[in-house]
């Protein structure tokens, strides 16, 4: 993998954390969830499940795209 793919992919791991934050934020996954039957408790603990992931995954990607880019501005 290339230098420009890898930050490439880092990028967008840290998109894809930040986007599922923010469909359970604006209720996407709730409405989803809902439109095929489940609701109550599962839907909290499936809820939680995704926001925990898209946290770490925000995080981790997040402080490797910065990692890279403080290593490369010189």
């Known amino acids: 993998m290339s230098q420009n793919s890898s930050s490439w992919a880092l990028f967008l791991g840290f998109l894809t954390g930040v986007f ?13 969830l809902g ?5 109550g408790l599962i839907v909290t603990v499936i809820k939680f499940l995704i926001v925990l992931i898209g946290i770490l995954a925000f995080l981790i990607f997040g402080y490797y795209v910065f990692k890279k880019a403080w290593h490369n501005r010189g």
Do not use: E, M, P, Q
């Not at 599922?20 to 409405?31: D, K, P, Q």
């Open 20 to 32: 599922w934050i923010l469909s359970v934020h604006l209720g996407w996954i709730g409405t989803a």
């Open 35 to 39: 439109v095929i039957g489940l609701g």
